[in-house]
Nanobody, 121 residues
Framework: QVQLVESGGGLGQAGGSLTLSCSAS????????????GAWYRRVPGKDRELVARVTVKDSTTYAAAVKGRFTIYRDAAKNTVYLQMNSLKPEDTAVYYC???????????WGQGTQVTVSS
């Protein structure tokens, strides 16, 4: 059973930066993010959860159009951690951000509990 714990959320200002961290534990052996794609999703009340960014085990990255050029996802497999560096924040980035680990062998998802990010204008 993989457990994911997000941290780093909180209040940011428009134009500012925040960095989210997702620490994983519980893998049967070795590094979780060496066998799982790491991803960040976000949800705004009343809307579906949407993919923000993901990083594969080969460090290939994908970004939502709304954050491309402003956010950077990266992983440290040795630390079992995936990060989301968020720059040039906008009020519309306000959401609950969720970390996910997607097992590349089973395609099963593990989710964190979510962390609130609020961007003031």
């Amino acid at each position: 059973q993989v457990q994911l714990v997000e941290s780093g959320g909180g209040l940011g200002q428009a134009g500012g930066s925040l960095t989210l961290s997702c620490s994983a534990s519980g893998a049967p052996s070795g590094s979780i993010f060496s066998i799982a794609t790491g991803a960040w999703y976000r949800r705004v009340p009343g809307k579906d959860r949407e993919l923000v960014a993901r990083v594969t085990v080969k460090d290939s990255t994908t970004y939502a159009a709304a954050v491309k050029g402003r956010f950077t996802i990266y992983r440290d497999a040795a630390k079992n951690t995936v990060y989301l560096q968020m720059n040039s924040l906008k009020p519309e980035d306000t959401a609950v951000y969720y970390c996910a680990a997607i097992n590349v062998f089973t395609n099963s998802y593990s989710w964190g509990q979510g962390t609130q990010v609020t961007v003031s204008s």
